[in-house]
Structures are given as structure tokens and as C-alpha cells.
């Protein structure tokens, strides 16, 4: 698919027709005829019109990506080759539209359905320099997306440790950042002990993946850390079969890092930013971390272990560790992560969780979410829930001792690891939800979604 910006009424194959709030202007009789009422996401083609009319839920951006996303869905199941769309509000919008919902994933597919490249024609009445850059923005980001969506979207036999660093060194070549990749032999020096344990009884060794990006005159200094299990089987603690079907998607913390990466480095904006990625399979075997063993963390605060699926925050603990311990002086640190199970009974599939002791920057960075196309919402810490991770033998429990808040609790735990100066500094966004989701959702396909990528860029353009 090839997007292309124009002032001119182009003629082309199909033109799309956006309808708002069900109000048809054109063509009444025919759509008629055809029960076509303008709902939303729903479309009709008239071929001898050369038109296909799509319903919008009404003119907002996000309803505006969902309908234009509706429509090039249409498109792909015909052999029409240009396609023009008058563009109305939020060029993004429309841009996000069409190559959001042009993802495919055909990676394992051995017939692959080959069609010719679409031209779109998004058609506006002046081409300025700001709408030219804002073009080029959304065709940037939303590519992050996708390649987040391929990462996720890859199964575990075929992306694990090892593959995700040589993904973030390519993500380095390509955008000249600098890379490090620390092995288990690092983690062990260094004390990384709950991460160290996590992945031990898996043939595949953990990887610590360290990109830096850093710009002339860099205006802010952001740190993102990214939970990368490439897959999840539970532990010792072993999942049901049916919850262990989708855990490649556990991988979907860590590879939001590396999209938001890219797409800041692609963008050259003025932020110096770190993207650690704890990246580490969680297996069964002889070697396996057990519930009841005791796991020191890099800063020394011992864990009680009673559940070896309660993982991702004992990688992210070490990783926010040795975060704070090797960077200095950032403004922010942000970690991403398909945190707790919990989150998605709180607040549903399609929503994240943001945390942390600052209300008011959890408050910020949801505004960011919203204002991006991404739903989010703030679940506040309080004294109480804090008190249900304590243990009579450690520092601190994994789980907590009560099935209610796990999400909240989840957060707590990670904070345990935050510095006291960086307390205010710190957003734990829990994606559980809307990482993976088995069924198509607005211009979201059956499977990853690349969430975090969006909004996380545009809180640091807001900054």
C-alpha cells in the first residue's frame, strides 16, 4: 500500500465516502436499497458509482482511524489498485487509519494471498510543511506499530532471548544507536539474581538488551524499561494449557520499547532516551526457580517466592534496578508490560493500567493514551493493598496474600524497587489487555496490537 498526499480530486477506482454520525448527504436511494444506514464500521461498495461508503461512529480521530481502517479492510478483498479519500480534521488520523488497519500477519501462512499494491490519495486542500511533517510522523510511528505487532505476533520457537537482541541490534544499526547486550553472566555478577532465576530452567539464555539514544541538545532524558518474556509457560507454578496458548504475546513489554525507540530515533526528536529490555524465557525443567525459594534482587531486598507465574515483576525489578543504578539524571522512567491477568478482569482487553506514586503524571500520561487512539486509566496505589506483599521470612512476597487489586499490587511490588528520588519520576503501565487480543478490534487485528507504542510517543512530543 502506498499513501500519497494530494490537493487534486484525483480520479480514481474507488473514492471512500466517510459517513458521520449517519448522516448520508449523497446517493439516499441506493443506500437505501441497500439497508446501508451509516452505522458504524459498517460499509458498503457501489461499483458502478465507484464508491465505497463506510460509517463513522461520528468525526473524532479515533472514530475516524476505525472507519478509514474499515475501509481499506474492505478494499484488500478487491483487485481495485487506487483509492482516493477526502481528508477532513486529523490527517494522523487518517494516515494511522490505513496502515494500522492494513496489517496482516501472513508470516506462517504457506499460501499467501498476493495482490498488487493499493495507491492511496489522501486528498487536502494545501500541502503545507506542518502537514507534510505531520504525514511523515504518522507513517513513522504506525510502522513501529506494526513491526511491535510482527515481534509479538512471531511465535516462541522462532523469537526468543537471543532473537530479541539481535532485533534490537539491527533496530541499532538501522537508527545508529548504542547497543549493549549483557548475558547471564552480567546478571550474576551484578546480583540480578530474580531475574537470573527466572529463566535459568530454559535452554534459551536470558538476555539484558541496553539501546541508547542520544541527540545534540537533548531537551529530556527518558528511561524505558520493558518486560520481555518471549514466553511464559508459568513455572513450576504451570499454567492451564488454554492460558498458556497466547504467552508469546508475554514478549509485548519489551517490544513497545523498541518500537518507541525506533520511532523517537526515525523522528530525531530532542530526548535522550535508554530502552532496557529484560528478555528471558520462563520454563519448567530440573533447574527451575521453585515457590518457597528466597531471590535477592541488585539492590539487595530479598523476595519470597509463591508463584513462579508471578515472573515479569521480578525481571522488571532487576531491570528498574539496574535502570536507576547506570543511568543518571532522567526525568522520567517508564516501564511497559503484559503485567497481571488482573488488569484485563479490572478494566477489560482493550484498556491498560497506569500506575505510580505521582497522580498527577499517571494522570498526564492517560491524557497522552486517550489523546493518542490508546485506552488507559489510572488505578491509584493506597496504604493498604501495600500491606498484603509482606512476608514473615523475606522482604517481600511476589504475590500478594489476597486475589483482589492483583493489578495494583503488581505496581507495588515493582515500586519496592524504586528509588526514593525517583519515586515521583516513575509510570508502570500494565498492557496486559490490549497487547494481544483474539479477535479483530476497531483497526486492531486478531492478535497484537503494538500497544504502548502510541501513546508513549505522544506523551514524550507533549513533554
Not at 458498503?44 to 465505497?52: A, C, D, Q, R, S
Not at 532522567?330 to 506514586?357: E, K, P, R
Request: proline share 2%; glycine share 8%.
Amino acid at each position: 500500500m502506498n499513501l500519497n498526499l494530494t490537493t487534486k480530486d484525483i480520479k480514481t477506482d474507488i473514492k471512500i465516502v466517510l459517513v458521520f454520525n449517519k448522516k448520508i448527504k449523497e446517493d439516499k436511494e441506493i443506500l437505501k436499497l441497500l439497508d446501508f444506514k451509516g452505522e458504524d464500521e459498517s460499509c458498503v461498495l457501489l461499483p458502478e458509482l465507484g464508491k465505497l461508503y463506510v460509517g463513522s461512529l461520528n468525526d473524532d480521530k479515533d472514530s475516524i482511524r476505525v472507519a478509514v481502517a474499515t475501509a481499506i479492510k474492505k478494499l484488500n478483498t478487491t483487485n481495485y489498485k487506487s483509492i482516493s479519500i477526502k481528508v477532513k480534521k486529523s490527517l494522523k488520523a487518517y494516515v494511522e487509519g490505513f496502515e494500522l488497519g492494513n496489517y496482516n500477519f501472513d508470516k506462517y501462512r504457506s499460501k499467501k494471498d498476493k495482490k498488487e499494491e493499493k495507491n492511496i490519495y489522501l486528498e487536502v486542500d494545501k500541502i503545507s510543511t506542518k502537514l507534510q511533517q505531520e504525514f511523515e510522523e504518522a507513517v513513522i510511528i504506525s510502522e513501529s506499530v506494526n513491526m511491535v505487532r510482527d515481534f509479538v505476533n512471531t511465535t516462541p520457537d522462532d523469537f526468543y532471548p537471543s532473537i530479541m537482541a539481535a532485533k534490537a541490534i539491527d533496530i541499532a544499526k538501522e537508527n545508529e544507536l548504542k547497543c549493549k547486550i549483557l548475558d547471564e553472566d552480567y546478571l550474576q555478577e551484578h546480583g540480578m539474581n530474580a531475574m537470573l532465576a527466572v529463566g535459568r530452567a530454559s535452554r534459551h539464555k536470558s538476555k539484558l538488551i541496553h539501546l541508547t539514544y542520544k541527540p545534540k541538545k537533548a531537551k529530556r532524558k527518558i528511561v524505558l524499561i520493558g518486560k520481555g518474556l518471549t514466553y511464559d509457560s508459568g513455572g513450576l507454578s504451570l499454567k492451564p494449557s488454554d492460558f498458556m496458548t497466547t504467552m508469546k504475546s508475554d514478549k509485548s513489554g519489551g517490544s513497545a520499547v523498541l518500537g518507541i525507540i525506533k520511532a523517537v530515533s526515525d523522528l530525531n526528536l530532542p530526548i535522550e532516551v535508554d530502552a532496557i529490555i529484560g528478555a528471558v524465557e520462563n520454563m519448567i525443567g530440573g533447574d527451575a526457580y521453585k515457590p518457597d525459594d528466597i531471590l535477592k534482587a541488585k539492590n539487595g531486598t530479598t523476595i519470597e517466592v509463591k508463584n513462579t507465574d508471578a515472573e515479569g515483576r521480578l525481571v522488571l525489578a532487576d531491570c528498574l534496578c539496574y535502570a536507576q543504578d547506570e543511568i543518571k539524571d532522567f526525568d522520567y522512567i517508564l516501564d511497559f508490560a503484559t503485567l497481571t491477568g488482573a488488569c484485563v478482569v479490572g478494566v477489560g482487553q482493550y484498556t491498560s493500567g497506569v500506575m505510580g506514586n505521582n497522580n498527577q503524571l499517571n494522570w498526564q500520561f492517560v491524557q497522552s493514551a486517550l489523546d493518542s487512539g490508546e485506552l488507559a486509566t489510572s488505578l491509584p496505589f493506597n496504604r493498604y493493598l501495600g500491606k498484603t506483599l509482606k512476608s514473615q521470612i523475606a522482604d517481600i512476597c511476589n504475590i500478594s496474600s489476597t486475589r483482589y487489586g492483583g493489578a495494583i499490587t503488581a505496581g507495588m511490588f515493582l515500586d519496592k524497587f524504586i528509588k526514593d528520588k525517583n519515586k515521583d519520576k516513575w509510570i508502570h503501565v500494565d498492557i496486559a489487555g490490549p497487547a494481544f487480543v483474539e479477535k479483530d478490534w476497531g483497526y486492531n487485528p486478531y492478535g497484537a496490537s503494538g500497544a504502548g507504542v502510541r501513546m508513549t510517543m505522544e506523551f514524550l512530543q507533549t513533554l
